[in-house]
Nanobody, 126 residues
Framework: QVRLVESGGGLVQAGGSLRLSCAASGRTFSAYAMGWFRRPPGKEREFVAAVTWSGMQTYYADSVKGRFTISRDNAMNTLYLQMNNLEPEDTATYYC???????????????????WGQGTQVTVSS
């Protein structure tokens, strides 16, 4: 099991930027494929972005493609989500998730992940 702690959320105006971080501890971070999900107010949790253990392959939801960038630093045991050109529709609680996998895969379904952080709130005002 890996422990995940998100940070970096906050209140930002539309068009602004935020960078979320997810600090991992407890197991070998580089053995995990990672993902970001979000839960908008009153809605189901949805996929945002995913990355393979190496960071070489990434995948994005259509709604964030071209605006968000997922990355990881395995030496620092940290996952990132750079969010640019934020929109009010991006308002949500953001979660990072981990899936043990040493193959070259990423995952886009929340049931595929076994470990989750507690979430960080992002609010985008119009």
């Amino acid at each position: 099991q890996v422990r995940l702690v998100e940070s970096g959320g906050g209140l930002v105006q539309a068009g602004g930027s935020l960078r979320l971080s997810c600090a991992a501890s407890g197991r070998t971070f580089s053995a995990y494929a990672m993902g970001w999900f979000r839960r908008p107010p009153g809605k189901e949790r949805e996929f945002v972005a995913a990355v393979t253990w190496s960071g070489m392959q990434t995948y994005y939801a259509d709604s964030v493609k071209g605006r968000f960038t997922i990355s990881r630093d395995n030496a620092m045991n940290t996952l990132y989500l750079q969010m640019n050109n934020l929109e009010p529709e991006d308002t949500a609680t953001y979660y990072c998730a981990a899936r043990y996998n040493i193959g070259n895969r990423y995952y886009t379904k929340d049931h595929e992940y076994g470990d989750w952080g507690q979430g960080t709130q992002v609010t985008v005002s119009s």
